[in-house]
């Protein structure tokens, strides 16, 4: 193993010959580097490894291209890890995959990499390293990219019907959703009040996740170290049952929310003039804010709600970069890390892919605050956002629970039986796993 050394500046652009801080051997070598994603990010990632190998002479960076699907690129990373391949070295990982790669013994300790360069770590969201990338005392990844759940709303629509403000509680959003849907629906019978994630799959959890914390409940929880399942809390039941409401009671969320709504539908619904809220992922901001936008200039961004006496949640998301435990270059894997964390590219990952950094400090930079202003208000939520289980068999678990949760949305279970039933699987999940 070559040994860890110096980045000048860990700027994009920054030039030189990159020394071992112990030898003054010049670093060289090749990594591999496995990323998905669309298109235009791939493009991105390109940039960034050849300003990189710019910096570092000598040096090469493969880009190992991943499907842009989140289940395919971690059944990739898995069959690799579990091969024991030496390729790829380093990769990013969706924050709900961590629990699994830590587990299973795949991802390289980052401690001894920070304390020999100094690393300063205080530049990150601490929440977030240290509910997700931090496990039993030690450090394996950090973020490169934060997400959150967040409510849009039409500005120009609340104004319209005599609100002043977004929605702080669950009630208050039905409300408003109720008054604007049935004064918009004389001209538009599409209109709905709240378009929000139902269907079966990983963002149904996400949005459940939301809705349980923030009446106060929980998945689960550690006790001697054991993850133990509390999902038919009273608390979760009644969250549940709020979101069955939404859609059958309040009839503010279409019939097709636990069919159909996925992310890109959502957003699609509230871009075309469909929708009063809209509970989405903070890339939805640059699309609703487009030039072929039928809603630009007329969207806000706000916490999520909550339930009375209980504070606003925000299901933790985004990918983070870690090195495998099979890799064998680790130190040109850490410079990598180093640089892509690096002031300079976190502001670039901002101003031309509108990713929200893992790092605290680009949120206060004139330039990323002059094109995303919205980031300003967002820093608070990831700042408090909450991270599903971080639990090995956590795929599992969402499996359990997406399905419990979408039967209840469709009026084939009680909220009740639906979460008596996944709170039944996943202990003789947990059974299963710890033997």
């Known amino acids: 193993m070559l040994a860890v050394s110096v980045v000048a500046s860990g700027c994009i652009g920054g030039g030189g010959t990159t020394t071992s801080t112990q030898t003054g051997e010049k670093l060289q070598g090749k990594i591999v580097f496995a990323v998905g994603g669309a298109p235009n ?32 690129r971690r059944l990739d990373l898995v069959n690799a ?22 587990a299973s013994g795949w991802l390289e300790p980052l401690d001894d990499y920070v304390k020999k360069d100094n690393y300063n770590l205080s530049a990150f969201f601490q929440s977030v390293v240290n509910l ?46 109720q008054k604007i849907q ?82 890109e539908p959502v957003r699609l619904t509230f871009q075309q003039g469909n929708a009063a809220f809209e509970r989405n992922w903070p890339y939805a901001w640059g699309l609703h804010n487009a030039d072929d936008s039928p809603v630009k200039g007329k969207v806000g ?6 339930f009375p006496g209980h504070k606003s949640a925000a299901t933790l998301g985004g990918w983070h970069i870690g090195i495998s435990k099979y890799s064998d270059n680790k130190a040109l894997a850490w410079e990598f890390i180093k640089f892509v964390e690096s002031y300079s590219v976190q502001k670039g990952f901002a101003m031309n892919l509108g990713w929200n950094p893992g790092r605290v400090d680009v949120y206060d930079d004139p330039a990323v605050v002059a094109k995303a202003p919205h980031l300003k208000s ?21 499996q359990i629970i997406q399905k419990y ?10 909220p009740q039986e639906a979460l008596d039933q996944a709170q039944k699987e996943a202990e003789d999940l947990v059974k299963q796993y710890s033997g």
Request: proline residues 7%; aromatic residues 14%; charged residues 25%.
């Open 132 to 177: 997700a990338d931090r496990q039993n005392g030690k450090l394996y990844a950090l973020p490169v990219y934060i997400d959150a759940g967040l409510l849009y709303y039409r500005t120009d629509l609340l104004k319209k019907y005599g609100y002043s403000k977004p929605p702080e509680t669950w009630q208050q959003l039905v409300e408003m959703a």
């Open 81 to 102: 890890l579990r091969g024991k391949s030496s390729d790829p070295d380093v990769f990013l990982m969706d924050v709900a995959w961590l629990g699994q790669f830590i």
């Open 41 to 72: 990010e791939i493009e991105y990632w390109k940039g960034v490894i050849a300003e990189f190998e710019k910096a570092h002479p000598g040096v090469k960076v493969e880009l190992k291209r991943q499907a842009t699907d989140t289940e395919q």
């Open 405 to 414: 949760v979408n039967a209840a949305l469709a009026g084939k279970m009680s």
């Open 301 to 306: 961004v706000a916490p999520l709600p909550h």
């Open 378 to 398: 967002l820093r608070k939520v990831f700042e408090n956002a909450v991270p599903r289980p971080v639990v090995p068999y956590y795929p599992q678990l969402s």
């Open 182 to 263: 049935a004064g918009e629906r004389k001209e538009n019978p599409n209109f709905w009040g709240f378009v929000w994630q139902g269907k079966q799959y990983e963002g149904l959890v996400c949005d459940f996740v939301e809705y349980v914390y923030s009446n106060g409940g929980s998945l689960g929880e550690f006790k001697d170290g054991k993850w133990v399942p509390t999902l038919n809390k009273p608390e979760n039941v009644q969250a549940l049952q709020f979101m069955v409401d939404l859609i059958h009671k309040y009839k503010i969320s279409p019939p097709n929310t636990y069919t159909e709504m996925t992310e």
